[in-house]
């Protein structure tokens, strides 16, 4: 229905232009801004509309804060499952260092014994390491590292920070075949400590137990006793241990005692062991107890026929 010029004009004037809101709306700000800044009155105002919307602005920021969140917690955990993976690497190695080293550590300790008890030995001695040892129970054998390249020969003694081990029975380029002292092809001259009394200490095949099996019911023998080597034969340097008499047996009808002893030498145990040269001990010792006389000067060469004695020197 078209309206009337009367009714057009009166409802243009009751609705107002929107430049007369607009110009409204922006006194009614200024007005605010100025009552705000001189006399802050709005601060109570804002305070309760901030609380009134806070929901409405935590549900809004809610999605983005969890996916956030689920982000930083899936790359947290990825990380520290690496970070786990690699520490349980790190610790593994660590184990494995730790473990050679107590097995590097006790081999020192075993060097540094051996070469404490070579204070008492004169001459030169060779650390050799054990190769290999024989499973058969009854035959002590062992395998050396060392052989001729080193100046090892059939017959040389063996000894460790405790005591002798034993003998070496054959010599190869680069290794060398050993004795144990318990084998019962074995056996070393040994005394008594105590009475100065001598006799053979023979293998049983018992890593743990040598017999003496040539001692008579009369001989002064007792448990506790302990047995060096005597030096006899010149296989093995005087004076160093062989073990402990453990059991004497001198009972009525039999011709010898029944004595045992233990091996000074842990031959169940030894991992590395000395080489001993006792020819060059004896050459050195020879070299020493006849020094030149620096006051005859270059002595003349005895005439050719002037007779000699049994020392060698030449009779005037």
Known sequence: MALKPAEHEQRGYRSGGPGLRLILLVAFSIALMVLDQRGQHLDQARRTLSGAFYPLLYLVDAPFTLVDTLRENLALRSELLARNRELDETLLLTNARLQRMAALEAENARLRALLDSTENLPGRV???EILSIDMDPLRHRIVLNRGLRD?????????????????VTREHGRTAEAL????????????VVRNGLRTVAM?????????LPFLPRNADIRAGDLLVTSGLGGSFPAGYPVG???????????????????????????????????????????????????SAGDAPAPADDAPETGNGEAET
């Open 244 to 294: 402990t008499v453990r059991r004497v047996d001198d009972s009525a009808g039999a011709a010898f005692s029944e004595v045992d002893a233990e091996p000074a030498a842990r031959l169940n145990r030894i991992r590395e062991v000395l080489l001993v040269f006792p020819d060059e001990v004896e050459r050195g010792h020879s070299i020493q107890d006849s020094p030149p006389d620096p």
């Open 203 to 211: 293998g049983t095949g018992d890593l743990e137990r040598l017999s």
């Open 180 to 191: 144990l002292i318990t084998d019962p092809d074995h056996g070393v001259p040994v005394e």
């Open 151 to 167: 100046g090892v020969h059939a017959g040389q003694a063996l000894i460790d920070a405790e005591g002798i081990v034993g003998q």
């Open 126 to 128: 060779l650390i050799a």
